[in-house]
């Protein structure tokens, strides 16, 4: 199937998905199988954090990119002042001519400078109208709209509102929408409400590509959304987890102190690092078979989830149920 708009345009690419950024779970194995079902593979800069493993994961995807069509990938940076490989991480891009970026949490604005110089396309992730004019501003391809649900940093609207909001703001500006879609019907209907396309976390997880544990993927088919609680242990900045034993145990907000600190404003960045790194360390540990201390992100839409199975599979069910979802609506609506 190939479905033609402002995204499959932009990217150029035939199907208007994004497999989206995924800390710890993107890996070449699932960006080449996105590339290869004519879709978007996007993963983080910071999967890639020691010495020399940007520049060799961005050059064997840059050879495949060669051998497929309709198909491409891109690279999340985290653009917050609290990464510290954020400034190292986007020269690689830049000289490796990553063909699209997803920015998050922060300011996109060197981002943008330095991909328009090669023609590359910018998405900034954004949750509310504030944010978004800025990255509009900044000259932003289009956005990443973050609703309710989403594996991750969520948003607080729902995409039935956040999607036509962003749409009557910024006109003609290209919006993916993102959070709690893993089927075609999901797709179908917020292309429906007017989004160039979609952005999927949570479904890649239990992928047969993905590296993480088989106890995590598992996690995900065998859990529901009210299995889903959020926590601001991780990053600082409230993210969804399943809630497991260990969740429990660290609890899923920050206490007094730490929260004095964080608000503080000259303790307020440093402190903000520390936990950073501290969930970094955490969520690594999780990914690793037989690890107890189980910390692992995932987003409403494990409800969804039945089954671990090949990328590729789980693109073309999705595709299959795009087109049985819209025979339906045809016969539905006359
Ligand atoms: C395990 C996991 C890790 C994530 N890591 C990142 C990340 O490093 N950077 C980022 O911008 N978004 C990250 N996200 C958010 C996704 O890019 C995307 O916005 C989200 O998964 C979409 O919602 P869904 O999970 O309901 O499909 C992560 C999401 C998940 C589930």
């Known amino acids: 199937m190939r479905i033609e708009n402002s995204l499959t345009r932009l990217l150029n690419i035939d199907f208007p998905m994004i497999m989206a950024p995924m800390f710890l779970v993107s890996n070449a194995g699932m960006m ?31 050879k495949h990119l060669l051998t497929v069509k309709g198909g491409t990938y891109g690279v999340n940076l985290i653009v917050q002042k609290t990464n510290p490989l954020y400034v190292k991480h986007l020269e690689i891009c830049i000289a490796k001519k990553v063909p699209f970026f997803i920015t998050s949490l922060g300011s996109p604005k060197e981002v943008i400078l ?16 504030e944010h978004a004019q800025k990255c509009q ?42 959070g709690g879609i893993a089927t075609g019907e999901g797709i179908l209907s917020v292309l429906a409400l007017g ?15 993905a ?16 299995d889903i609680v959020m926590t601001d242990r991780i990053s600082g900045t409230p ?3 399943i809630n497991t034993a260990y969740a429990k145990k660290i609890g899923l907000h920050q206490n007094w102190f730490e929260r004095l600190l964080s608000n503080n404003s000259t303790t307020k960045k440093w402190f903000k690092m520390i ?9 690594e540990k999780s990914i690793h078979p037989g690890n107890y201390k189980t910390l692992w992100i995932a987003g409403a839409s494990s409800e969804l989830i039945e089954e671990i199975l090949p ?3 789980i693109i073309q069910r999705m595709k299959t149920e795009v087109e049985q979802a819209k025979e339906r609506m045809d016969v539905l609506i006359s």
């Open 311 to 313: 990328c590729g599979e």
């Open 195 to 209: 989004a160039a396309g979609v952005s999927i976390g949570t479904r890649f997880i239990a992928c047969k590509e």
């Open 239 to 241: 993210s969804t987890v």
């Open 114 to 129: 330095k991909a328009k110089t090669y023609g590359a396309k910018v998405f900034c992730d954004v949750t509310n109208i």
């Open 32 to 62: 080449k199988a996105a590339m290869d079902n004519g879709t978007a593979g996007a993963f983080p800069s910071l999967n890639f954090r020691n010495e020399g493993e940007l520049e060799a994961i961005l050059d064997e995807l840059n």
């Open 275 to 283: 936990v950073q790194i501290r969930g970094m360390k955490k969520l």
């Open 211 to 226: 590296t993480v544990s088989n106890e995590y993927k598992q996690a995900i088919v065998d859990s529901g959304m009210e």
């Open 137 to 178: 501003d900044l000259g932003c391809d289009g956005f990443i709209a973050v609703g309710q649900g989403a594996g991750g940093h969520s948003g607080p609207y729902s995409l039935q509102v956040l999607v036509p909001s962003l749409m009557k703001h910024f006109p003609g500006k290209a919006v993916i929408a993102a």
